[in-house]
């Protein structure tokens, strides 16, 4: 019999729309592609839907493209959130066990992670999702999940995901005004974790750094749980916007400068050129004030990086390292300038279990749909289903159109 689920991902970036069909052959466990697309978008800022009519005709059209690349039925997606007003707190909940065997249950786990919800939040802002970090038993530190085991008080520790709800409003807004339901929110950074970090290096304690256009997001794991996350309000777009000021030319022309030229190595070894000249925007410049300009910006973002490392106080303790994705992470020497900065080995980043998608700017995508297929082999059963699973549909319910 073939068992095979498809799910759609939807990445909402400030820079482009990208969309996803994958199918998992549950036999093989094989991911494949079905479709993919990529669609310039202006209705994002540093990572939130500030426009909701601009995003939902850029999704349109990114349907258009998977239908025609023969996805036959789109529905429901897995969509990420982005922006510096989504951030972690930490916090905790405590339950008696309820049954007479004194077994915890499925339901005390529920109810534990409930408890631990009920944070004091400013009016607009709300609980996303709560992620446990670790469960105990009478005071004593259980294994991975505490189910099963007996005793008479279940504590969790979580780290409560929490949005600034007009962003969550305008998201869904967008996504369903394209006809389209939210099987599921995903902040992007944990999406390209799951895509570029694997169990085992999220064991060892490791991190990954998706550097978009309008936010840079980090999320640092250690015995294979989060224990930080955050989002800073500046990415690549920055860098181009200081280029078009610092030469006095056009976003457009900036941007193409930045990926043609920019570089964050050392021209040592390297045949030196003295100044760089774009002869039909009558420009010319030296590679070094290029550097400098993209430097100081990228600085910025690494500073950020290097402060909730330290408030992490995890600093040389992710022996699994740090890995760098999204577009911006395209930046020639930014591997070398990021192992100098944080003092921890790091490299780019690439996506397993999808093969064939070699551009950083997808991890976000890929990773949501690998979330998806997680949660759906976690949360149900069926020989062949298409769309999104039980669990999600529920608490995301709001969001159908
Ligand atoms: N070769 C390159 N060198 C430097 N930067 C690049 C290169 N290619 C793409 N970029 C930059 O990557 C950014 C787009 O990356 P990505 O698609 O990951 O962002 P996004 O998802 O749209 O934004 P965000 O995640 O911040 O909302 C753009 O700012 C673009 O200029
Ligand atoms: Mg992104």
Same mark, same amino acid.
């Given at each position: 019999?073939?068992?095979?689920?498809?799910?759609?991902?939807?990445?909402?970036?400030?820079?482009?729309?990208?969309?996803?069909?994958?199918?998992?052959?549950?036999?093989?466990?094989?991911?494949?592609?079905?479709?993919?697309?990529?669609?310039?978008?202006? +209705?994002?800022?540093?990572?939130?839907?500030?426009?909701?009519?601009?995003?939902?005709?850029?999704?349109?059209?990114?349907?258009?493209?998977?239908?025609?690349?023969?996805?036959?039925?789109?529905?429901?997606?897995?969509?990420?959130?982005?922006?510096?007003? !989504?951030?972690?707190?930490?916090?905790?909940?405590?339950?008696?066990?309820?049954?007479?065997?004194?077994?915890?249950?499925?339901?005390?786990?529920?109810?534990?992670?409930?408890?631990?919800?009920?944070?004091?939040?400013?009016?607009?802002?709300?609980?996303?999702?709560? !992620?446990?970090?670790?469960?105990?038993?009478?005071?004593?530190?259980?294994?991975?999940?505490?189910?099963?085991?007996?005793?008479?008080? !279940?504590?969790?520790?979580?780290?409560?995901?929490?949005?600034?709800?007009?962003?969550?409003?305008?998201?869904?807004?967008?996504?369903?005004?394209?006809?389209?339901?939210?099987?599921?929110?995903?902040?992007?950074?944990?999406?390209?974790?799951?895509?570029?970090?694997?169990?085992?290096?999220?064991?060892?304690?490791?991190?990954?750094?998706?550097?978009?256009?309008?936010?840079?997001?980090?999320? @640092?794991?250690?015995?294979?749980?989060?224990?930080?996350?955050?989002?800073?309000?500046?990415?690549?777009?920055?860098?181009?916007?200081?280029?078009?000021?610092?030469?006095?030319?056009?976003?457009?022309?900036?941007?193409?400068?930045?990926?043609?030229?920019?570089?964050?190595?050392?021209?040592?070894?390297?045949?030196?050129?003295?100044?760089?000249?774009?002869?039909?925007?009558?420009?010319?410049?030296?590679?070094?004030?290029?550097?400098?300009?993209?430097?100081?910006?990228?600085?910025?973002? @690494?500073?950020?990086?290097?402060?909730?490392?330290?408030?992490?106080?995890?600093?040389?303790?992710?022996? +699994?390292?740090?890995?760098?994705?999204? +577009? +911006?992470?395209?930046?020639?020497?930014?591997?070398?300038?990021?192992?100098?900065?944080?003092?921890?080995?790091?490299?780019?980043?690439?996506?397993?279990?999808?093969?064939?998608?070699?551009?950083?700017? @997808?991890?976000?995508?890929?990773?949501?749909?690998?979330?998806? @297929?997680?949660?759906?082999?976690?949360?149900?059963?069926?020989?062949?289903?298409?769309?999104?699973?039980?669990?999600?549909?529920?608490?995301?319910?709001?969001?159908?159109?």
């Amino acid at each position: 019999m073939a068992r095979s689920i498809i799910l759609n991902a939807l990445d909402i970036g400030t820079s482009s729309i990208k969309m996803m069909t994958g199918q998992k052959d549950l036999g093989t466990g094989d991911v494949t592609i079905l479709g993919q697309t990529q669609v310039p978008c202006l +209705g994002v800022r540093k990572g939130e839907v500030s426009n909701p009519q601009e995003v939902t005709q850029a999704i349109i059209v990114a349907k258009e493209h998977l239908k025609k690349s023969g996805v036959a039925k789109i529905k429901g997606v897995l969509v990420n959130i982005g922006g510096s007003r !989504l951030y972690a707190v930490p916090s905790q909940g405590l339950v008696s066990v309820s049954r007479a065997d004194q077994k915890i249950s499925k339901e005390d786990i529920q109810r534990v992670l409930q408890a631990s919800r009920a944070l004091n939040l400013p009016s607009n802002k709300e609980v996303l999702d709560v !992620l446990p970090k670790e469960f105990l038993v009478d005071g004593e530190e259980a294994p991975v999940t505490p189910l099963g085991l007996a005793g008479i008080r !279940l504590e969790a520790k979580v780290l409560l995901i929490c949005v600034f709800s007009p962003v969550l409003e305008s998201l869904g807004e967008a996504v369903t005004g394209a006809g389209l339901e939210i099987g599921g929110i995903i902040p992007s950074s944990l999406a390209s974790a799951r895509a570029c970090l694997t169990p085992q290096q999220k064991e060892l304690g490791a991190g990954v750094v998706d550097i978009g256009a309008g936010d840079t997001g980090v999320a @640092f794991f250690e015995e294979g749980k989060l224990i930080d996350f955050a989002i800073f309000p500046w990415g690549s777009s920055h860098i181009t916007n200081d280029i078009a000021i610092g030469l006095r030319t056009e976003i457009a022309t900036a941007e193409r400068i930045k990926r043609e030229f920019g570089t964050l190595a050392s021209s040592k070894g390297k045949k030196r050129v003295s100044k760089i000249e774009i002869p039909e925007k009558s420009l010319s410049f030296s590679p070094k004030f290029l550097k400098g300009i993209i430097e100081a910006r990228i600085s910025e973002i @690494f500073s950020e990086i290097q402060k909730e490392l330290k408030k992490t106080s995890k600093q040389n303790l992710l022996p +699994g390292g740090i890995v760098l994705t999204g +577009g +911006g992470a395209k930046l020639p020497g930014i591997v070398e300038f990021a192992k100098q900065r944080l003092k921890l080995p790091c490299r780019l980043g690439r996506v397993k279990d999808i093969p064939g998608i070699e551009d950083s700017a @997808f991890s976000t995508c890929a990773g949501l749909l690998l979330t998806g @297929f997680d949660l759906e082999i976690e949360g149900g059963e069926g020989p062949h289903r298409e769309g999104i699973g039980g669990i999600f549909k529920k608490i995301f319910k709001m969001f159908s159109p």
